[in-house]
C-alpha cells in the first residue's frame, strides 16, 4: 500500500494482503474486528500517525 487515506489518521487500522480490513482507535478493537472477518489468517496491525505526530517525529 502506498499511502494511507487521511480517514485512518490518528487510528490502527489492520492489514490483510495489502487492504485494510479493520480500523478503530485501540490494538485491541481492530484486532478483534480483524479475527472476526478472517479467523485463520496472520493480520498485520499499523497505528497511522496523525500530521501533528509526523512533525514531532522531524
Given at each position: 500500500m502506498k499511502s494511507t487515506p487521511p480517514q485512518f489518521s490518528g487510528?490502527?487500522?489492520a492489514f490483510l494482503d495489502d487492504q485494510i480490513i479493520a480500523f478503530g482507535k485501540t490494538t485491541l478493537e481492530v484486532y478483534q474486528k480483524a479475527k472476526q472477518l478472517y479467523q485463520q489468517k496472520m493480520v498485520s496491525l499499523l497505528y497511522v500517525l496523525t500530521?501533528?505526530?509526523m512533525v514531532t517525529l522531524l
Open positions: 487510528k490502527y487500522v500530521k501533528r505526530e
